[in-house]
C-alpha cells in the first residue's frame, strides 16, 4: 500500500510541475474555471500567439493545454465543468478558423 501512496503523489507533482514548468505557453490564472467556452477560447488563442516558449502552431500548443487540463482533471473535474471544456474546443477551432 505504501507503493501506492508514492505513486499518486508523484503523479500529482509531475501534473503540477508540468502547468509550472511547460514549455507550451503561460495561461492566465483561472481560465480553464470560467463558464463561457468562447472566453476560454480567446484566451488560449492570445496566450498560445504571444508565447515564444511553446514548440508546435499556436493552435496545436492551445489545443494541447486545453487536453492536459482535461485529462488531468479526470474523474475530479465536475462534469458540470467538464462539457464547458469540451464546447471550449470547439470555440477553439472556430476562432484559428480550423472548422
Request: aromatic share 6%; no cysteine; proline share 3%.
Amino acid at each position: 500500500m505504501t507503493q501506492h501512496k508514492k505513486k499518486t503523489t508523484r503523479r500529482k507533482k509531475w501534473s503540477a510541475q508540468v502547468m509550472a514548468t511547460s514549455d507550451a505557453m503561460d495561461l492566465k490564472d483561472g481560465i480553464f474555471k470560467k463558464e463561457d467556452p468562447h472566453a476560454i477560447a480567446v484566451s488560449l488563442k492570445n496566450s498560445s500567439r504571444r508565447s515564444h516558449r511553446r514548440k508546435g502552431t499556436p493552435y496545436q500548443s492551445a489545443m494541447s493545454m486545453l487536453n492536459f487540463y482535461i485529462n488531468r482533471g479526470g474523474k475530479n473535474l465536475p462534469e458540470k465543468q467538464k462539457a464547458v471544456l469540451e464546447k471550449a474546443k470547439a470555440e477553439l477551432k472556430k476562432v484559428f478558423h480550423k472548422e
